[in-house]
Protein backbone atom coordinates (compact mmCIF):
# COMPACT_ATOMS: atom_id res chain seq x y z
CA UNK A 1 0.00 0.00 0.00
CA UNK A 2 1.41 3.16 -1.11
CA UNK A 3 1.04 6.54 1.40
CA UNK A 4 0.10 8.83 -1.30
CA UNK A 5 -3.69 8.08 -0.10
CA UNK A 6 -5.18 8.28 3.07
CA UNK A 7 -5.51 5.69 5.75
CA UNK A 8 -7.99 3.16 6.01
CA UNK A 9 -9.43 4.22 9.12
CA UNK A 10 -12.73 5.07 9.98
CA UNK A 11 -14.96 7.69 12.40
CA UNK A 12 -18.19 6.33 11.32
CA UNK A 13 -19.27 2.43 11.42
CA UNK A 14 -22.67 0.39 12.13
CA UNK A 15 -22.62 -0.04 15.52
CA UNK A 16 -24.45 -3.17 14.23
CA UNK A 17 -23.04 -4.17 10.99
CA UNK A 18 -25.65 -4.99 8.06
CA UNK A 19 -25.92 -8.33 6.36
CA UNK A 20 -22.56 -8.48 4.48
CA UNK A 21 -22.49 -6.78 0.83
CA UNK A 22 -20.70 -9.76 -0.20
CA UNK A 23 -23.58 -11.90 1.06
CA UNK A 24 -26.26 -9.81 -0.85
CA UNK A 25 -23.70 -10.08 -3.64
CA UNK A 26 -23.45 -14.12 -4.17
CA UNK A 27 -19.77 -14.24 -3.21
CA UNK A 28 -19.31 -17.65 -2.91
CA UNK A 29 -22.43 -18.84 -4.49
CA UNK A 30 -22.37 -21.98 -7.16
CA UNK A 31 -25.48 -21.60 -8.99
CA UNK A 32 -26.71 -18.63 -11.09
CA UNK A 33 -29.09 -15.92 -10.05
CA UNK A 34 -29.42 -12.31 -10.48
CA UNK A 35 -27.76 -9.64 -8.58
CA UNK A 36 -29.10 -7.93 -5.59
CA UNK A 37 -29.14 -4.07 -4.89
CA UNK A 38 -26.92 -3.27 -2.07
CA UNK A 39 -25.47 0.39 -2.37
CA UNK A 40 -26.52 3.19 -4.57
CA UNK A 41 -30.54 1.96 -4.64
CA UNK A 42 -32.85 2.75 -6.68
CA UNK A 43 -35.55 3.97 -4.26
CA UNK A 44 -37.38 0.76 -5.10
CA UNK A 45 -36.83 -0.74 -1.75
CA UNK A 46 -34.64 0.17 1.26
CA UNK A 47 -31.43 -1.10 1.15
CA UNK A 48 -29.68 -2.76 4.17
CA UNK A 49 -26.41 -0.30 3.97
CA UNK A 50 -29.00 2.59 3.28
CA UNK A 51 -27.68 4.16 6.30
CA UNK A 52 -24.12 4.39 4.83
CA UNK A 53 -25.50 5.59 1.47
CA UNK A 54 -27.61 8.58 3.50
CA UNK A 55 -24.35 9.18 5.16
CA UNK A 56 -22.09 9.45 1.88
CA UNK A 57 -24.56 11.28 0.03
CA UNK A 58 -25.64 13.53 2.81
CA UNK A 59 -21.99 14.38 3.90
CA UNK A 60 -21.10 15.59 0.46
CA UNK A 61 -19.67 18.68 0.13
CA UNK A 62 -22.35 20.74 -1.70
CA UNK A 63 -21.26 21.69 -5.18
CA UNK A 64 -21.32 17.58 -5.78
CA UNK A 65 -24.45 17.50 -4.24
CA UNK A 66 -26.20 19.88 -6.18
CA UNK A 67 -24.60 18.55 -9.28
CA UNK A 68 -25.86 15.27 -8.57
CA UNK A 69 -29.56 16.61 -7.18
CA UNK A 70 -29.62 18.93 -11.14
CA UNK A 71 -28.43 16.13 -12.75
CA UNK A 72 -32.08 13.95 -11.85
CA UNK A 73 -33.75 17.10 -13.29
CA UNK A 74 -32.00 16.22 -16.45
CA UNK A 75 -32.91 12.68 -16.44
CA UNK A 76 -36.24 13.60 -16.98
CA UNK A 77 -35.90 13.35 -20.39
CA UNK A 78 -34.54 9.64 -20.45
CA UNK A 79 -38.02 8.28 -22.11
CA UNK A 80 -40.83 10.18 -23.76
CA UNK A 81 -43.42 9.86 -26.17
CA UNK A 82 -42.65 8.15 -29.63
CA UNK A 83 -43.17 9.36 -32.67
CA UNK A 84 -46.61 8.53 -34.21
CA UNK A 85 -45.19 7.07 -37.61
CA UNK A 86 -42.78 4.17 -37.50
CA UNK A 87 -39.58 4.81 -39.33
CA UNK A 88 -39.19 0.89 -40.89
CA UNK A 89 -35.10 -0.40 -40.42
CA UNK A 90 -34.32 -2.62 -43.15
CA UNK A 91 -30.69 -2.93 -42.55
CA UNK A 92 -30.22 -3.36 -38.86
CA UNK A 93 -26.30 -2.74 -39.43
CA UNK A 94 -26.78 0.02 -41.61
CA UNK A 95 -28.73 1.46 -38.36
CA UNK A 96 -26.28 0.45 -35.76
CA UNK A 97 -23.41 1.96 -37.65
CA UNK A 98 -25.59 5.19 -37.63
CA UNK A 99 -26.35 5.41 -34.17
CA UNK A 100 -22.97 4.75 -33.28
CA UNK A 101 -22.09 7.50 -35.27
CA UNK A 102 -24.51 9.84 -33.99
CA UNK A 103 -23.12 8.74 -30.03
CA UNK A 104 -19.67 9.13 -31.00
CA UNK A 105 -20.60 12.76 -32.27
CA UNK A 106 -22.09 13.30 -29.22
CA UNK A 107 -18.81 12.86 -27.42
CA UNK A 108 -18.71 8.91 -26.93
CA UNK A 109 -15.37 7.45 -26.15
CA UNK A 110 -16.70 3.41 -26.82
CA UNK A 111 -20.36 2.26 -28.38
CA UNK A 112 -21.34 -1.23 -28.41
CA UNK A 113 -24.50 -3.12 -28.99
CA UNK A 114 -25.27 -6.06 -27.62
CA UNK A 115 -28.88 -7.89 -26.93
CA UNK A 116 -30.84 -7.33 -23.41
CA UNK A 117 -30.26 -10.26 -20.87
CA UNK A 118 -31.59 -10.49 -17.60
CA UNK A 119 -27.83 -10.87 -15.97
CA UNK A 120 -28.22 -6.45 -16.37
CA UNK A 121 -31.51 -6.56 -14.23
CA UNK A 122 -31.53 -6.46 -10.37
CA UNK A 123 -33.93 -9.25 -9.01
CA UNK A 124 -37.34 -8.00 -9.29
CA UNK A 125 -36.86 -5.99 -11.77
CA UNK A 126 -38.05 -6.33 -16.20
CA UNK A 127 -37.09 -4.68 -18.65
CA UNK A 128 -39.30 -5.23 -21.94
CA UNK A 129 -36.47 -4.05 -24.54
CA UNK A 130 -34.90 -6.39 -27.22
CA UNK A 131 -30.67 -4.91 -27.40
CA UNK A 132 -29.43 -2.04 -25.36
CA UNK A 133 -26.96 0.59 -26.79
CA UNK A 134 -24.08 1.18 -24.52
CA UNK A 135 -21.59 4.22 -24.09
CA UNK A 136 -18.54 4.90 -22.47
CA UNK A 137 -17.39 8.37 -21.76
CA UNK A 138 -13.72 8.74 -20.56
CA UNK A 139 -12.84 10.53 -17.98
CA UNK A 140 -10.09 13.29 -17.91
CA UNK A 141 -7.01 11.30 -16.71
CA UNK A 142 -5.34 14.42 -14.84
CA UNK A 143 -7.84 15.44 -13.21
CA UNK A 144 -8.31 11.92 -11.61
CA UNK A 145 -5.04 11.83 -10.43
CA UNK A 146 -6.53 13.45 -7.66
CA UNK A 147 -9.12 10.60 -6.72
CA UNK A 148 -9.89 10.63 -2.75
CA UNK A 149 -10.29 14.18 -3.20
CA UNK A 150 -13.15 16.26 -4.02
CA UNK A 151 -11.72 17.68 -7.16
CA UNK A 152 -12.11 14.06 -8.68
CA UNK A 153 -15.09 13.25 -6.99
CA UNK A 154 -16.61 16.77 -9.30
CA UNK A 155 -15.04 15.11 -12.53
CA UNK A 156 -17.00 11.66 -11.70
CA UNK A 157 -20.09 13.47 -11.50
CA UNK A 158 -19.62 15.32 -14.21
CA UNK A 159 -18.79 12.75 -16.20
CA UNK A 160 -21.79 11.11 -15.60
CA UNK A 161 -24.01 14.20 -16.42
CA UNK A 162 -21.83 13.95 -19.82
CA UNK A 163 -22.53 10.45 -20.86
CA UNK A 164 -26.41 10.91 -19.88
CA UNK A 165 -26.59 13.46 -21.65
CA UNK A 166 -25.35 11.31 -24.81
CA UNK A 167 -27.48 8.32 -23.81
CA UNK A 168 -30.85 10.93 -23.55
CA UNK A 169 -29.65 12.16 -27.27
CA UNK A 170 -29.46 8.81 -28.42
CA UNK A 171 -32.81 7.77 -27.25
CA UNK A 172 -34.69 10.51 -28.08
CA UNK A 173 -33.37 9.95 -31.80
CA UNK A 174 -34.46 6.20 -31.90
CA UNK A 175 -37.74 7.57 -30.49
CA UNK A 176 -37.99 10.31 -32.71
CA UNK A 177 -37.92 7.27 -35.47
CA UNK A 178 -41.01 5.84 -33.61
CA UNK A 179 -38.84 3.24 -32.04
CA UNK A 180 -39.20 2.90 -28.09
CA UNK A 181 -35.77 3.82 -26.15
CA UNK A 182 -35.16 4.39 -22.68
CA UNK A 183 -31.54 5.83 -21.23
CA UNK A 184 -30.21 4.95 -18.30
CA UNK A 185 -27.91 7.68 -17.04
CA UNK A 186 -26.89 7.44 -13.37
CA UNK A 187 -29.25 4.62 -13.24
CA UNK A 188 -29.44 2.39 -10.28
CA UNK A 189 -32.43 0.20 -12.60
CA UNK A 190 -29.34 -1.10 -14.70
CA UNK A 191 -26.12 -3.12 -14.70
CA UNK A 192 -23.81 -1.01 -16.79
CA UNK A 193 -21.30 -3.53 -16.21
CA UNK A 194 -22.34 -7.09 -18.10
CA UNK A 195 -23.77 -5.28 -20.90
CA UNK A 196 -20.67 -3.51 -21.81
CA UNK A 197 -18.92 -6.75 -21.37
CA UNK A 198 -21.23 -8.35 -23.41
CA UNK A 199 -21.28 -5.26 -26.31
CA UNK A 200 -17.27 -5.54 -26.76
CA UNK A 201 -16.60 -2.36 -24.83
CA UNK A 202 -13.74 -4.07 -22.76
CA UNK A 203 -13.21 -6.98 -20.19
CA UNK A 204 -13.85 -7.21 -16.16
CA UNK A 205 -10.44 -6.48 -14.34
CA UNK A 206 -9.74 -7.49 -11.30
CA UNK A 207 -10.80 -4.27 -9.54
CA UNK A 208 -14.25 -5.07 -10.43
CA UNK A 209 -14.45 -2.37 -13.33
CA UNK A 210 -14.96 -2.90 -17.24
CA UNK A 211 -11.25 -2.48 -18.91
CA UNK A 212 -11.36 -0.96 -22.45
CA UNK A 213 -8.40 -1.01 -24.95
CA UNK A 214 -8.53 2.25 -25.54
CA UNK A 215 -9.02 4.19 -21.91
CA UNK A 216 -8.86 1.57 -19.61
CA UNK A 217 -11.12 1.26 -16.74
CA UNK A 218 -10.64 5.33 -16.83
CA UNK A 219 -14.60 6.00 -17.98
CA UNK A 220 -18.08 6.20 -16.86
CA UNK A 221 -21.02 3.67 -18.66
CA UNK A 222 -24.29 4.50 -19.57
CA UNK A 223 -26.66 2.79 -21.97
CA UNK A 224 -29.99 2.35 -23.59
CA UNK A 225 -32.61 -0.10 -23.75
CA UNK A 226 -34.42 -0.30 -27.35
CA UNK A 227 -36.59 -2.02 -29.65
CA UNK A 228 -35.26 -0.40 -32.58
CA UNK A 229 -33.77 -3.10 -34.99
CA UNK A 230 -29.92 -3.58 -34.71
CA UNK A 231 -26.73 -5.72 -35.50
CA UNK A 232 -24.85 -6.79 -32.44
CA UNK A 233 -21.36 -6.92 -31.66
CA UNK A 234 -19.92 -9.25 -29.57
CA UNK A 235 -17.58 -9.78 -26.65
CA UNK A 236 -13.63 -9.09 -26.74
CA UNK A 237 -10.66 -10.19 -25.77
CA UNK A 238 -8.10 -7.58 -25.23
CA UNK A 239 -6.04 -9.85 -22.42
CA UNK A 240 -7.14 -8.14 -19.70
CA UNK A 241 -7.13 -11.04 -17.48
CA UNK A 242 -3.38 -11.91 -18.66
CA UNK A 243 -2.72 -8.26 -17.22
CA UNK A 244 -4.44 -8.95 -14.06
CA UNK A 245 -3.10 -12.27 -13.22
CA UNK A 246 0.56 -10.86 -13.35
CA UNK A 247 -0.50 -6.99 -12.63
CA UNK A 248 -0.72 -6.30 -8.11
CA UNK A 249 -0.66 -2.82 -8.81
CA UNK A 250 -4.49 -2.19 -7.93
CA UNK A 251 -4.09 -4.94 -5.36
CA UNK A 252 -1.40 -3.08 -3.34
CA UNK A 253 -2.46 0.58 -3.78
CA UNK A 254 -5.92 -0.14 -2.26
CA UNK A 255 -5.76 1.00 1.12
CA UNK A 256 -8.95 -0.83 2.20
CA UNK A 257 -7.36 -4.16 1.37
CA UNK A 258 -10.59 -4.73 -1.13
CA UNK A 259 -8.50 -6.30 -4.21
CA UNK A 260 -8.57 -10.20 -4.47
CA UNK A 261 -5.60 -11.58 -6.42
CA UNK A 262 -7.70 -14.28 -8.00
CA UNK A 263 -10.79 -14.65 -9.42
CA UNK A 264 -13.80 -16.05 -6.84
CA UNK A 265 -17.39 -17.21 -7.33
CA UNK A 266 -19.96 -15.15 -7.79
CA UNK A 267 -23.60 -16.19 -8.53
CA UNK A 268 -22.84 -19.16 -10.32
CA UNK A 269 -19.45 -17.38 -12.37
CA UNK A 270 -15.85 -17.21 -11.79
CA UNK A 271 -14.88 -13.99 -11.84
CA UNK A 272 -13.07 -10.90 -10.47
CA UNK A 273 -14.71 -9.80 -7.12
CA UNK A 274 -14.13 -6.73 -5.05
CA UNK A 275 -14.91 -6.87 -1.08
CA UNK A 276 -17.73 -4.64 -0.80
CA UNK A 277 -17.59 -4.35 2.70
CA UNK A 278 -13.92 -3.48 2.76
CA UNK A 279 -14.49 -1.52 -0.46
CA UNK A 280 -17.30 0.69 0.42
CA UNK A 281 -16.45 2.32 3.88
CA UNK A 282 -13.48 3.67 1.94
CA UNK A 283 -15.39 4.82 -0.61
CA UNK A 284 -17.71 6.46 1.49
CA UNK A 285 -14.64 8.16 3.22
CA UNK A 286 -12.96 9.60 0.07
CA UNK A 287 -15.83 10.88 -1.89
CA UNK A 288 -16.08 7.75 -4.32
CA UNK A 289 -12.62 6.54 -4.27
CA UNK A 290 -11.11 5.74 -7.16
CA UNK A 291 -7.55 4.86 -6.52
CA UNK A 292 -8.22 1.15 -8.42
CA UNK A 293 -9.16 3.07 -12.07
CA UNK A 294 -6.58 5.38 -11.60
CA UNK A 295 -3.06 3.42 -10.81
CA UNK A 296 -4.90 0.82 -13.49
CA UNK A 297 -1.56 0.61 -15.77
CA UNK A 298 -4.34 0.59 -18.56
CA UNK A 299 -5.67 3.67 -17.73
CA UNK A 300 -2.90 6.02 -18.94
CA UNK A 301 -3.40 7.72 -21.95
CA UNK A 302 -2.73 6.08 -24.87
CA UNK A 303 -1.01 3.06 -23.37
CA UNK A 304 -3.94 0.60 -23.90
CA UNK A 305 -4.33 -0.78 -27.58
CA UNK A 306 0.08 -1.34 -27.20
CA UNK A 307 -0.76 -3.31 -23.83
CA UNK A 308 -3.46 -5.23 -25.37
CA UNK A 309 -1.07 -6.17 -28.91
CA UNK A 310 1.85 -7.14 -26.19
CA UNK A 311 -0.31 -9.44 -24.07
CA UNK A 312 -2.12 -11.07 -26.99
CA UNK A 313 1.33 -11.28 -28.51
CA UNK A 314 2.87 -12.85 -25.50
CA UNK A 315 -0.29 -15.20 -25.16
CA UNK A 316 0.04 -16.67 -28.53
CA UNK A 317 3.83 -17.33 -27.98
CA UNK A 318 3.16 -19.29 -24.73
CA UNK A 319 0.07 -21.15 -26.50
CA UNK A 320 0.16 -21.21 -29.96
CA UNK A 321 -3.05 -23.28 -29.92
CA UNK B 1 -41.22 2.86 -2.31
CA UNK B 2 -40.69 3.57 -6.57
CA UNK B 3 -37.32 4.07 -8.50
CA UNK B 4 -36.45 7.03 -9.92
CA UNK B 5 -37.11 5.72 -13.16
CA UNK B 6 -40.83 4.65 -12.19
CA UNK B 7 -41.74 7.90 -10.95
CA UNK B 8 -40.28 10.26 -13.29
CA UNK B 9 -40.38 8.75 -16.54
CA UNK B 10 -43.30 9.77 -18.76
CA UNK B 11 -43.87 8.70 -22.05
CA UNK B 12 -46.95 10.35 -22.30
CA UNK B 13 -47.98 12.39 -25.23
CA UNK B 14 -50.02 14.88 -23.69
CA UNK B 15 -48.84 18.22 -22.12
CA UNK B 16 -50.46 17.80 -18.53
CA UNK B 17 -49.13 14.53 -17.27
CA UNK B 18 -45.34 15.86 -18.31
CA UNK B 19 -46.31 19.31 -16.75
CA UNK B 20 -47.08 17.18 -13.39
CA UNK B 21 -44.00 15.06 -13.63
CA UNK B 22 -41.91 18.21 -13.82
CA UNK B 23 -43.46 19.42 -10.79
CA UNK B 24 -43.34 16.57 -8.45
CA UNK B 25 -39.00 16.02 -9.80
CA UNK B 26 -38.98 19.79 -8.64
CA UNK B 27 -40.97 19.04 -5.28
CA UNK B 28 -38.27 16.03 -5.27
CA UNK B 29 -35.41 17.60 -6.25
CA UNK B 30 -35.79 20.34 -3.46
CA UNK B 31 -36.55 17.59 -0.77
CA UNK B 32 -33.36 16.12 -1.68
CA UNK B 33 -31.41 19.68 -1.63
CA UNK B 34 -33.07 20.37 1.66
CA UNK B 35 -32.54 17.36 3.38
CA UNK B 36 -28.46 18.28 3.09
CA UNK B 37 -28.80 21.94 4.97
CA UNK B 38 -31.22 19.89 7.52
CA UNK B 39 -30.04 16.13 8.26
CA UNK B 40 -27.20 17.11 6.44
CA UNK B 41 -25.97 19.27 8.94
CA UNK B 42 -26.30 17.13 11.07
CA UNK B 43 -24.75 14.71 10.34
CA UNK B 44 -21.47 16.68 8.90
CA UNK B 45 -21.53 17.95 12.43
CA UNK B 46 -21.65 14.75 14.31
CA UNK B 47 -18.66 13.87 11.89
CA UNK B 48 -16.66 16.91 12.80
CA UNK B 49 -16.76 16.20 16.31
CA UNK B 50 -16.07 12.27 16.20
CA UNK B 51 -13.52 13.14 14.32
CA UNK B 52 -12.06 15.72 16.56
CA UNK B 53 -12.42 13.66 19.68
CA UNK B 54 -11.05 10.64 17.66
CA UNK B 55 -14.38 8.30 18.49
CA UNK B 56 -16.51 6.66 16.03
CA UNK B 57 -19.47 7.81 14.79
CA UNK B 58 -22.51 5.05 14.59
CA UNK B 59 -25.12 5.64 11.71
CA UNK B 60 -27.40 3.06 13.67
CA UNK B 61 -27.67 6.13 15.97
CA UNK B 62 -28.41 8.72 13.58
CA UNK B 63 -30.01 7.38 10.29
CA UNK B 64 -33.10 5.07 10.01
CA UNK B 65 -31.39 1.61 9.12
CA UNK B 66 -32.64 -1.61 7.71
CA UNK B 67 -34.96 -3.00 5.20
CA UNK B 68 -38.76 -1.87 4.36
CA UNK B 69 -39.41 -5.18 2.40
Not at chain 1, 177 to 199: F, T, V
Not at chain 1, 238 to 267: E, F, H, K, M
Request: net charge positive.
Amino acid sequence: MTNRFPTPDYHFNYRKAPVSGNTINGLGEMSQRRARQVFHGSGARKLEWSALETFFGLTMPLQIYIRNALNRWELRKADGPLARKRTPVPDSAKMSKQLKSIARHAGAGAVGITPMTEDALYEGQTADYQSAIVIALPQDYETMRAVTTVKAATETVDTYRDVSRIVMTLAAHIRSLGWRARAYGESADLLHIPLAINAGIGQLGKHGSVIGTEFGSNFRLASVLTDIPLAMDSTVDIGVDDLCLGCQRCTIDCPADAISNRQQWVRGKKKWYVDFDRCVMYFVKTFGCGICIEVCPWSRPGRGPSLSQTLLAKRAKRDPT
Amino acid sequence: MSSFETRFYCTERAIWPRIQRNLSLVVWIAKVILAWFTQGRRLRKAGRHALREKRVLYLDDLIDSGKDD
